[in-house]
């Protein structure tokens, strides 16, 4: 019999990533990130000048980033533990949009911080990757974490019988992000792992066989 799966983001879901990510383009790339409101593409000015970086230098930015710097990222609290108690119960699997070449290095940075999951790479909406996992897992019950409403959106439109929450565990963004659950498109909003774990639990247990 299949086991239920739970399907998890990584950046601000596992791991914090726009705090480091702010550190380094202050420390090294003469950049200021500031979020104000919830538009990322104005959150990136120079230093020198104040003026928006240009999409296709803050995808450089970001690219950047990834290739040097995961090391800097460092788990968002009670993420690992809650996983890996969850794993005691259901498959677990992360889908991160990354792209591909980058699919042994995450699987690698998480495995160092105590984390053994299949990681899936993705780029641009969840949804057609998230059927594909479903498809090969075939789950007795599948539950999606991540931190931005449009892949909620995209899970729900796709598969729409998706368990999903919505958690974003960076202070930074939380408050300024949309709000899946809000949406209809989230089960639940719940940013801290004290509370998703008991929350992720009790949707487990609800599984029927």
Known sequence: MSRPLIISDCDEVLLYMVSPFRDWLAETQNVEFRMEGNDFSSALRW???GEVLAPEEIWRK???????EMHRQT????AIEGINTLAEHADVVVLTNLVDKRQEMRREQLADHGLHARVFTNQ????????????????????????????????RETIGTI??????GEP???????CA?????????????????PWLMDQLEKETA
């Open 172 to 178: 930074m963004i939380a408050p300024h992000i949309d």
């Open 163 to 168: 368990t999903t929450l919505h958690l974003c």
């Open 75 to 78: 788990p968002i609290p009670g």
């Open 62 to 68: 970001l690219g950047g980033f990834f290739d040097t």
């Open 47 to 49: 230093q020198d000048s």
């Open 181 to 197: 659950h809000q949406s209809g498109h989230a089960d639940a909003r719940i940013d801290t792992w004290e509370h998703a774990l």
């Open 124 to 155: 641009g909406p969840k949804g057609p990757a998230l059927q594909s996992i479903l498809a090969e897992y075939n789950p007795s019950k599948a539950i999606f974490i991540d931190d931005l409403a449009q892949h909620h959106r995209s899970a």
